[in-house]
């Protein structure tokens, strides 16, 4: 079964550093793969999402992840976050017809 | 607002009651999902339903019982639950084979079990 492994379980950065969160996926053929966001009190929604072509993604507020297929690892970026990026993120795999998430990265920006 | 909709927002319950989850979605998906989500561990997948027919049961314990009369509508139904339970339960859903990936969620229902 495919899985995904998140290293950072919790971020501490002020307003305007840069962020990287780490994100890798078990499974070594065609990978279909996503970050979610989950804001305090709101639901989960897509960030962005990496199916084929250009390994360099970008979604929404800025976000991108790079699609590293030798190091078997989709990072979420930022190169300055603000601290409505507060929440917590959510690295997934798709297999067949259901997501695979992992155990979350919290993030919290202080101004 | 996601287009799904997660009644009761919270829940307290003992460990001998019966409860229901429901879940209602507006988008005319096909596919709908039952999620757990406890702290420190992954989202954990639990049923999945496809055109009201479960295609997935992730190994959950049977004191959990889904439901999906349509395909618009998912319940979860609790009975004799244990502490270890609480967390809060997510319902997603999405059009069938999950073609674009997306996922839309619900905002949970929170529950403790005492």
């Known amino acids: 079964a495919q899985s995904v492994s998140q290293h950072n379980h919790h971020v501490i950065l002020s307003e305007a550093a840069s962020l990287e969160l780490g994100c890798n996926y078990s499974?070594?053929?065609?990978?279909?793969l996503f970050w979610y966001v989950q804001y305090p009190g709101q639901h989960l929604q897509l960030l962005l999402k990496?199916?084929?072509?250009?390994?360099l993604v970008k979604g929404i507020k800025g976000f991108e992840a790079e699609f590293i297929k030798s190091k078997f690892s989709f990072n979420l970026r930022k190169p300055s976050v603000q601290w409505s990026d507060t929440a917590e993120y959510f690295c997934a795999v798709k297999d067949t017809d259901k997501l695979i998430f992992g155990t979350g990265t919290r993030l919290q920006v202080f101004p | 607002e996601t287009g799904v909709t997660q009644t009761p927002r919270h829940l307290v319950m003992g460990m001998t009651n019966k409860k229901s989850l429901k879940c209602e979605q507006h988008l005319g998906h096909n596919a709908m999902y039952w999620y757990k989500q406890s702290a420190k561990k992954p989202l954990e997948l639990m049923f999945v339903?496809?055109?009201?027919?479960?295609?997935e049961n992730n190994s959950v314990p049977s004191r959990f019982s889904p439901e999906c009369p349509n395909s618009s509508h998912l319940f979860l139904h609790l009975h004799t639950l244990q502490p270890e339970d609480s967390a809060l339960y997510l319902c997603?859903?999405?059009?069938?084979?999950?073609?674009?990936?997306?996922?839309?969620f619900g905002e949970g229902s929170r529950l403790t079990v005492l």
């Open positions: 499974y070594g053929g065609t990978v279909n």
């Open positions: 997603a859903s999405t059009p069938l084979g999950l073609t674009t990936g997306e996922l839309f």
């Open positions: 990496y199916f084929s072509g250009d390994p």
């Open positions: 339903y496809n055109f009201k027919e479960q295609t």
